[in-house]
T-cell receptor, first 110, second 112 residues
Framework: EDQVTQSPEALRLQEGESSSLNCSYT??????LFWYRQDPGKGPEFLFT?????EEKEKERLKATLTKKESFLHITAPKPEDSATYLC???????????WGAGTKLIIKP | DAGITQSPRYKITETGRQVTLMCHQT?????MFWYRQDLGHGLRLIYY???????DKGEVPDGYVVSRSKTENFPLTLESATRSQTSVYFC???????????FGDGTRLSIL
């Protein structure tokens, strides 16, 4: 069964303390992996798409990487405004529907 | 502004009532989606549409009805609301089925 698991469920960091969020997936054939950011009371906002193992994408303090079994979202020197829930979703070759993880709630304390 | 808008933002209703959630997008995207988001779960797909007059079931379609008579609108109807349908509902759209989906800000629905 296709599945996506995100860890940890929640992460509290001090401002400037770098860390990584994990998205593990089981899918028959990966078409793409998507990262989104969701602020309270808002819809998910698209960040990155990764298509193949070894691929990396960067945006400001965020860098997403992909292996054959998992993706990491690395946050370098985070700021309080990076606080949000980060969602991961995968799309299988066999089915265009997205399979979503439950998210990681990131809190950055000043 | 171009984008995707959902209405209402908040709705309280009673079990057994019919309720319709609206979704409108200005991008002329072909694909539109309805999800529900519950604590501890990832987003779960209710229904999706590839074009006007083409709709299909997602993971959790029971108790819901959709229509798409115009490309820009994709309403979701709960025919007889139940407490288990209390949730936050998100509408999304995309140009191509392997492109990123873009989301509205959701409707928080409470069924008493």
């Amino acid at each position: 069964e296709d599945q996506v698991t995100q860890s940890p469920e929640a992460l509290r960091l001090q401002e400037g303390e770098s860390s990584s969020l994990n998205c593990s997936y089981t899918v028959s054939g990966l078409r793409g992996l998507f990262w989104y950011r969701q602020d309270p009371g808002k819809g998910p906002e698209f960040l990155f798409t990764l298509y193949s193992a070894g691929e990396e994408k960067e945006k400001e303090r965020l860098k997403a990487t992909l292996t054959k079994k998992e993706s990491f979202l690395h946050i370098t020197a985070p700021k309080p405004e990076d606080s949000a829930t980060y969602l991961c979703a995968v799309q299988a070759d066999s089915n265009y529907q997205l399979i979503w993880g439950a998210g990681t709630k990131l809190i950055i304390k000043p | 502004d171009a984008g995707i808008t959902q209405s209402p933002r908040y709705k309280i209703t009673e079990t057994g009532r019919q309720v319709t959630l609206m979704c409108h997008q200005t991008w002329s995207h072909s694909y539109m989606f309805w999800y529900r988001q519950d604590l501890g779960h990832g987003l779960r797909l209710i229904y999706y549409s590839a074009a006007a007059d083409i709709t299909d079931k997602g993971e959790v379609p029971d108790g819901y009805v959709v229509s798409r008579s115009k490309t820009e609108n994709f309403p979701l109807t709960l025919e007889s609301a139940t407490r288990s349908q209390t949730s936050v509902y998100f509408c999304a759209s995309t140009l191509g089925r392997d492109q990123p989906q873009h989301f509205g800000d959701g409707t928080r629905l409470s069924i008493l």
